[in-house]
T-cell receptor, first 116, second 113 residues
Framework: AQSVAQPEDQVNVAEGNPLTVKCTYS??????LFWYVQYPNRGLQFLLK??????LVKGSYGFEAEFNKSQTSFHLKKPSALVSDSALYFC??????????????FGTGTQLKVEL | KAGVTQTPRYLIKTRGQQVTLSCSPI?????VSWYQQTPGQGLQFLFE???????NKGNFPGRFSGRQFSNSRSEMNVSTLELGDSALYLC????????????FGQGTRLTVV
């Protein structure tokens, strides 16, 4: 079974400061890892993914994430936060087993609040 | 390229009724997955359809069902609605290629009264 943990329900950061949203995962095989963002009353928007290769993945809107296999983590980061980054962020995992389908297991979400 | 389209956006139903939600995936995508999002349970996987066949199923009662048509459009049905079925239902479409991300629709907000 696969699972994702997002240990912080909310992260507060001042605009211009770096931000980190934490994610750890558990999967039996190799993981496919994703970050999505959700604005109020909207669907999920894809930010970035790790499939294979470089551990540092760059995505949309200046976000990046670092895959750490030994710590089973995939933390989302941004060097300089914007007020417009305030939203709900979800980490998700999929087992890379061939034929395993597209089932995503999501974390509980982290509300990011960026203040002036 | 058009995104994932879910209809309707909002629904209000009475307990005991049934409801059908629709999802049109991105053109060329053969996989459609459904998720339920609630404040208490978060995002939970319902089922996935690929080429008209259910490929994966989550832990939901049999009142929740789905299907996929030959044009990849998908519907999900919930029968005998309960108050706890009130949620945002999200549809995601994916191409057949492994390792690609899923693209989500705006969701259907279902309220059961």
């Amino acid at each position: 079974a696969q699972s994702v943990a997002q240990p912080e329900d909310q992260v507060n950061v001042a605009e211009g400061n770096p931000l980190t949203v934490k994610c750890t995962y558990s999967v039996s095989g190799n993981p496919y890892l994703f970050w999505y963002v959700q604005y109020p009353n909207r669907g999920l928007q894809f930010l970035l993914k790790y499939i294979t290769g470089d551990n540092l993945v760059k995505g949309s809107y200046g976000f990046e994430a670092e895959f750490n296999k030994s710590q089973t983590s995939f933390h989302l980061k941004k060097p300089s936060a914007l007020v417009s980054d305030s939203a709900l962020y979800f980490c998700a995992v999929r087992d890379a087993v061939t034929g395993g389908g597209n089932k995503l297991t999501f974390g509980t979400g982290t509300q990011l609040k960026v203040e002036l | 390229k058009a995104g994932v389209t879910q209809t309707p956006r909002y629904l209000i139903k009475t307990r005991g009724q049934q409801v059908t939600l629709s999802c049109s995936p991105i053109s060329g995508h053969r996989s459609v997955s459904w998720y339920q999002q609630t404040p208490g349970q978060g995002l939970q996987f319902l089922f996935e359809y690929f080429s008209e066949t259910q490929r994966n199923k989550g832990n939901f009662p049999g009142r929740f069902s789905g299907r996929q048509f030959s044009n990849s459009r998908s519907e999900m049905n919930v029968s005998t609605l309960e108050l706890g079925d009130s949620a945002l239902y999200l549809c995601a479409s994916s191409p057949a290629t492994l390792g690609t991300e899923a693209f989500f629709g705006q969701g259907t907000r279902l309220t059961v009264v």
